[in-house]
């Protein structure tokens, strides 16, 4: 028996030395606003004691987009985007809660409608009153429930890559989401967040790792170790996505954009199948040479895409008026 414990205290004392060893901190809150905020970057009280990220650029009287990034993704997956349609439209992106420079939700709750009540939030503060909502992922989750719960606000959607369809074919899941799964993700994934993990979770998202920078896995890493965000990933996998709520999607009444990359692994093509199968009047775009995340892999064609289609929503519109 003083065998056994013997080896139990040295089995522990492994396992403590291990975790310092390899334990990745928090980075610096301050540190990290001024290194991936810019001039454009705006913090709004959210009432529960919390601060959102946002930025709002573009032409001020365009017709506004709202930009909805996926989960351990950042408002900055949009900047290729900004940059090619930041001409014509006013663009608001926004740091979810427990993402970039936003931070955790004090309140706990990571539910759709939280994230909708604080997407309309900062609608509000930016006096819109409705707008175009894109979203990638689970962004685009976000994107067509809200198409549901709030369509007075909404002009328009554009789902990229979105989740939620209940279709047979699944997707492959990327590692770091795989271990947020597991006991032990859940204990680890806090403390300990290896760099290497974040790009071979980045090059499950795309169809070409080769687009893979160093400073892209960086900022994915240090803005996901942003105070909050780790354990507000862990409670975000443990929130009830409603699934059944994709009964309800063909009640959507918006104009709906889909935009797919052939190559996700992580959400198929299926999944944009069913989306368009069930919305009436829906239109579907396939990108070849682009797996989960189009908006960073082929801006050019994403905007394009968007651009070209808001033009004929607002011909019709103005055709039936």
Do not use: C
């Not at 893979?212 to 009830?240: C, H, K, M």
């Not at 409603?242 to 959507?252: A, H, L, Q, S, Y």
């Amino acid at each position: 028996m003083k065998k056994l414990f013997k080896v139990i205290a040295i089995l522990l004392l492994i396992l403590v030395a291990a975790f310092f060893i390899f334990r990745t901190p928090d980075t610096d809150r301050a540190e990290m606003i001024a290194k991936y905020g810019n001039q454009a970057s705006q913090f709004l009280d959210d009432g529960a004691g919390g601060k959102i990220h946002y930025r709002d650029e573009g032409v001020r009287d365009g017709i506004p987009i709202v930009l909805i990034h996926g989960s351990n993704g950042h408002l900055q997956t949009w900047e290729p985007l900004v940059a090619l349609l930041g001409d014509r439209y006013r663009l608001i992106s926004i740091d979810l809660y427990g993402h970039g420079l936003t931070g955790p939700n004090l309140t706990g709750d990571y539910s759709a409608d939280a994230n909708i009540e604080m997407i309309t939030r900062i609608l509000d503060a930016t006096n819109i009153n409705s707008a175009y909502w894109v979203g990638n992922s689970m962004g685009g989750w976000l994107t067509w429930r809200a198409g549901l719960a709030v369509p007075d606000r909404i002009l328009g959607l554009v789902v990229i890559d979105g989740s939620g369809a209940q279709v047979e074919e699944k997707g492959e899941l990327y590692l770091g989401a795989r271990l947020a799964q597991t006991w032990l993700g859940k204990a680890l994934l806090p403390n300990i967040t290896p760099k290497p993990l974040i790009r071979s979770s980045l090059e499950a998202n795309y169809a070409d790792a080769a687009q893979i920078s160093d400073d892209l896995v960086t900022r994915y890493w240090e803005l996901l170790r942003f105070p909050g965000n780790r354990n507000a990933a862990i409670d975000r996998a443990a929130t009830d996505r409603e699934r059944d709520k994709w009964k309800e999607v063909g009640n959507i009444k918006s104009p709906v954009l889909l935009l797919w990359g052939q190559q996700d692994s992580v959400i198929p093509v299926s999944h944009g199948n069913a989306f368009q199968a069930v919305i009436p009047g829906s239109k579907l775009i396939i990108y070849p040479d682009a797996g989960h995340l189009p908006m960073e892999e082929t801006p050019e064609q994403v905007a394009r895409d968007i651009s070209s289609w808001i033009n004929d929503v607002t011909l019709m519109d103005e055709s039936s008026n």
